[in-house]
């Protein structure tokens, strides 16, 4: 196994971290009486999300890709993307989920980054985690192919919370 599908598989382990951390979330949160909505945009986002990262592993394993230039630039990304994602779930703590839930007496979270970046995880964490995924692995396919249907499918998702949350302003 090549050194880029190694680094890979450790981003998707601290990935899943974050998936339980979700799911733990939402146990409690539907226990307080919370309301999903896009339930079927987060499966298909989830799906999606799987697919860049498999695709990214099929390409960078059966193409041996070396850790190279575009591999580098992809590991700051993701890095960097990462970094977010837990700032993000540390900031919103309880009630963050990688699904769109409003519990009762949802407060809306007003620090720096939510005040100055407009859903700072899918701009901060999301879209640069899944560039940065591809450019590490060297996933041209997976980038051409994949992105754009994440992308249709996460403005979705962006409208999807808007809407939710346009009834807590």
């Known amino acids: 196994m090549n050194t880029v599908s190694i680094i890979l598989i450790c981003f998707f382990a601290v990935r899943l971290i974050t998936i339980f951390i979700s799911i733990k979330n939402e146990q409690r949160i539907k226990k307080s009486g919370a309301v999903e909505y896009g339930k079927l945009n987060s499966l298909l986002l989830t799906l999606a999300h799987i697919t860049v990262y498999g695709g990214s592993f099929y390409e960078a394993y059966t193409n041996n890709v070396e850790f190279n230039l575009y591999s580098k630039i992809g590991l ?16 919103l703590r309880e009630v963050w989920t990688v699904k769109i839930f409003i519990v009762p007496n949802h407060k809306i979270v007003k620090s720096f980054l939510f005040r100055t970046v407009r859903h700072p995880n899918y701009f901060l964490n999301v879209i640069p985690e899944i560039i940065g995924v591809t ?32 009834g807590m302003l």
């Open 135 to 166: 450019l590490l692995c060297n996933a041209w396919k997976t980038m051409m192919f994949v992105l754009p249907v994440y992308l249709v499918i996460l403005i979705i998702r962006i409208y999807q919370e808007e809407k939710a949350m346009k």
């Open 76 to 91: 700051c990304i993701l890095t960097f993307s990462y970094l977010m994602l837990f700032y993000v779930i540390y900031a």
